[in-house]
């Protein structure tokens, strides 16, 4: 099942959460939240994934998508929207005034991370996020700035040499720079902290990489059970490609680090573009990371869609009208990776209105089919 709106809005309460949808307001008990979500991210889901994602009896889960059905807020059937548009702000310029205005388009999540803008990123979003209760924001660990290495240093979580790295995965810096997120973003529960190019942590050593990574989930289980985290992930540029580990691996760990309970595994961020096409190539084949996190009910947040604003120069138009008649190349390369199985998020860092209503644009279309990915892909794969 899906939701009949791309504009649907989750409120969660301490006694209910609401879902404003198709022009009513429906009201549950706060459980209810863990099967509203998957729906409100756009995405399609049986009734049984609902039901064991929630860990509620599928006849309750039943009666609230009959609920929905009933009022028109949800139907039965195949997906025919795009994943939804999210503001990225790597390389964004004006990130305050970009995250005004993706929230005003109604886009639902914002992409941080401590180290973008010179370290400077969350403390510009914060008045933003103040502002805008309902809009979700994802941020990282792992990367930081020299000015943060001094303060981890000085607060006693990092070494001189742990510091000179840059880039950390060790448990009390991972609690330490998820603390000073929340200060810096003015938010004291997080929508999701993902550990940011965690393959950086041990190149080459696969079982020390993995329990780092277990490890680092293990202190966001914390978070989460503490109330300061709602899920956690990974944002990877390289490491689901280069198999330093796999979505069944990392959904593994994180059953390891929740001790046996319920884990809090909930995303992953990955470049997917008509460049980086490996994972659309191969979700096309039903293999790769695309399909394993949609099976797992993970949210998949496409990173560089535009692989760095490159491409909309290197598609020319005669591949935009085949991808779809009428889109510019930069609305149809976010289109391609919009339609692709499991994508639920495609960021984008526009950071002027013309850019962002002309992606916003592409993503108002309906999906491409599997047929014309497959036809897409099969001629940029062609010498």
């Known amino acids: 099942m899906r939701l009949t709106t791309a504009r649907a809005v989750l409120g969660v309460g301490e006694d209910a959460v609401t879902l404003s949808a198709a ?4 009201e549950f008990a706060p459980e209810a939240e863990a099967v509203l979500r998957p729906l409100v991210d756009g995405r399609t889901v049986d009734l049984a994934t609902l039901a064991e994602t929630a860990s509620l009896a599928l006849e309750d889960v039943a009666a609230l998508v009959q609920e929905l059905v009933a009022g028109q807020a949800a139907t039965v059937g195949e997906p025919s929207v795009t994943a939804q548009l999210a503001l990225g702000t790597y390389r964004c310029r004006a990130i305050p005034e970009a995250a005004v205005r993706a929230a005003a388009s109604g886009a639902q999540w914002v992409d941080t991370a401590p180290n973008y803008a010179t370290g400077q990123a969350q403390a510009l979003l914060a008045p933003v996020l103040a502002a805008h209760p309902l809009l979700n924001v994802s941020t990282k660990t792992g990367y930081f700035t020299a000015a943060t290495g001094t303060d981890a240093v000085n607060d006693g979580v990092l070494n001189q040499d742990q510091a000179a790295a840059g880039h950390s995965l060790a448990p009390d810096y991972v609690r330490w720079q998820t603390g000073r997120n929340r200060e810096q973003l003015g938010r004291d529960r997080l929508d999701l902290v993902l550990l940011h190019n965690p393959e950086r942590a041990h190149p080459g050593d696969r079982p020390a990489l993995h329990y780092a990574i277990r490890d680092a989930f293990a202190v966001l289980e914390e978070a989460v059970a503490s109330g300061h985290v709602a899920g956690y992930g990974i944002a990877t540029w390289a490491g689901l490609e280069e198999e330093a580990f796999t979505v069944g ?12 309970q319920q884990h809090h595994l909930a995303a992953i961020q990955l470049p997917v573009s008509l460049v980086m096409m ?11 990371p695309l399909p394993a996190a949609a099976g797992a009910g993970l949210r998949v947040m496409a990173s560089a869609p535009l692989h760095g604003g490159e491409l909309p120069g290197m598609v020319d138009q005669e591949l935009a009208d085949l991808i779809r008649p009428g889109l510019t190349p930069a609305q149809a390369c976010v289109l391609a990776v919009a339609s692709c199985t499991g994508v639920t998020n495609v960021l984008l860092a526009a950071s002027g209105a013309p850019h962002w209503k002309e992606a916003a644009d592409a993503v108002a279309q309906p999906s491409l089919t599997t047929a014309k990915l497959r036809e897409i892909t099969g001629v940029l794969a062609s010498p």
């Open 249 to 260: 691996e990392l959904l593994a760990l994180a059953a390891e680090a929740a001790g046996g």
């Open 278 to 288: 490996t994972p659309i190539v191969q979700a096309l084949h039903g293999r790769g």
């Open 23 to 26: 022009g009513t307001v429906y």
